[in-house]
């Protein structure tokens, strides 16, 4: 199909387009997408014309958002980090990348990438490239649950059972916490369940704090992942939590705090309240030294290798890259059976 890019030219307003083919550099590799997975949450946001960064600039010296002086800078070309390819032709100084070999990395939402040799990894031998997709999405859920800092035994609250929150619920379970899975979707929490959920909760029909302090002989659950970014269910992670225990937010949130009522449970029961996040060189406090961000998705990738985590029953939708468009509306929809979505090259 040549070489294509997604584009976004504004709100809700994305299509395919040609682009040049680059020439190849000492130390790169030309790759040929497979798959790219559509992001549900910061996609989403940049789709919908909400992300903070489309109305004011983050400004890397002081760390903040300030006032945009300038018009969005539209159209937006090759979003998207889950990608999964074929190395195709290689730098003559390159050796330890060979044309034929699937590798997964970032490069957006395109037909083709030429990349530094490093920016790319080799699949496992034997993995369904499919499950390369996951590789962003796990690192960003083993991010929170690292954050969590998680206890063999702890009862933990994870709100949100899409993608991240699913495989949150899986490393949580594999790293010996009590999983109570939170969610509105009777088949993301079946899911759960199968991932290891020791107890699902319908939160339009239950309270996720009266069954966590149920199940914790009243304490309150030891620590909460929050993964939907919605502020009541942080709101409602913050109640079930214990007298100062931990809360990671970990969801994207937009706009105003509605239904966030920081002058109850969080101020008297002195909540510690952990912001978590994949990128950087400390994805979350307390990593700094140990957990660099390719460490964790490299991690979360062996575990998938290995079989510890299995991501392939979370992809809901495979389509082709030319339906884009299609897809992110799918997405934006919100409909109950979708998970990851797959742009198929």
Known sequence: MGNWVVSLAGPRRVSLEPCPTDPLGPGQVRVRTCFSGISAGTELTLFRGSNPRLSKDWDDLTRMFVPR?????YPLVGFGYEEVGEVVEVAADVDDRVPGQLVWGIWGHRAEAVLPAGAVTPLAPGLDPLAAVFARPGAIALTAVLAGDLHLGDWVGIFGQGVIGLLATRLATLSGARVVAVDRVPARLAMAARLGAR???????????GVLRTLSDGRGADVCLELSGAYPALHEAIRATTHAGRVVAAGF????????????????????LVAAQVSGPAPAPGLAGRWSGARIAHTFMDLVAEGSVDPLPLVSHVVDARAVADALALLDRGADDVLQVVLRF
């Open 69 to 73: 002086q300038t018009p969005v800078p």
């Open 199 to 209: 107890r699902t909760v319908d939160a339009g029909v239950e309270s996720a704090a």
């Open 253 to 272: 949130y937009q706009g105003g705090a509605e239904g966030l009522g920081l002058g109850e449970e969080f101020h008297h029961n002195r909540i510690q």
